[in-house]
Antibody, heavy 120, light 110 residues
């Protein structure tokens, strides 16, 4: 059974850097083709694709947010970390991490999400 | 990359069929067969319903089906049930080697 859980601060001040951790179980991020990604959803709005890291450390970023995002993995600890710099109130959203079983396959398992509010 | 275009809302009565469209470009929907659909109930994480345009994951009702023509993908739900009331999002692979979601469609079961 695959599970994922997001953790990190619930409140962030404008201009600060957000660091979120996705801790997972039920799969290995060293298995061929496997990926873990991040998606966010502002309150009442649509999903937005953010970033993805593959088993071989191949990283993909949303073109519109690429300059602000960094995704890394710690395979031994079953964790993926997303950092987002220069936080702004418009970045207030629920942030989800999710599992991809193989390269271009979809997100088949999702975490519960964590709400991050950006406010001074 | 811009979000894929979906209607803001659709509605139907129990037992009826509805279709949700997802329009992109030749750089995303039209260029690849990596289109997925997700269902999201309020307060919950999205759930995968369709992948690779028309494939259903194990456990998803056969009432859900997907298709694609040119730059537009479609999700059809037949035999509409009250539990189908939710938000639906399409997702496509893009020529930037990333993915993009649609703006979401709220399905109301009348």
């Amino acid at each position: 059974q695959i599970t994922l859980k997001e953790s990190g601060p619930t409140l962030v001040k404008p201009t600060q850097t957000l660091t979120l951790t996705c801790t997972f179980s039920g799969f290995s991020l060293s298995a061929t083709g496997v990926g873990v990604g991040w998606v966010r959803q502002p309150p009442g709005k649509a999903l937005e694709w953010l970033a993805l890291i593959y088993w071989d450390d191949d990283k993909r970023y949303s073109p519109s947010l690429k300059s602000r995002l960094t995704i890394t993995k710690d395979t031994s600890r079953n964790q993926v970390v997303l950092t987002m710099t220069s936080m702004d109130p418009v970045d207030t959203a629920t942030y989800y991490c999710a599992h991809r079983a193989y390269y271009n396959m979809p997100f088949d398992s999702w975490g519960q999400g964590t709400l991050v509010t950006v406010t001074s | 990359q811009s979000a894929l275009t979906q209607p803001a809302s659709v509605s139907g009565s129990p037992g009826q069929s509805i279709t949700v469209s997802c329009t992109g470009t030749s750089s995303d929907v039209g260029g690849y067969n990596y289109v997925s659909w997700y269902q999201q109930h309020p307060g919950e994480a999205p759930k995968l319903m369709i992948y690779e345009v028309s494939n259903r994951p194990s456990g998803v009702s056969t009432r859900f089906s997907g298709s694609k023509s040119g730059n537009t993908a479609s999700l059809t739900i037949s035999g509409l049930q009250a539990e189908d009331e939710a938000d639906y999002y399409c997702e496509s692979y893009t020529s930037s080697s990333t993915w993009v979601f649609g703006g979401g469609t709220k399905l109301t079961v009348l």
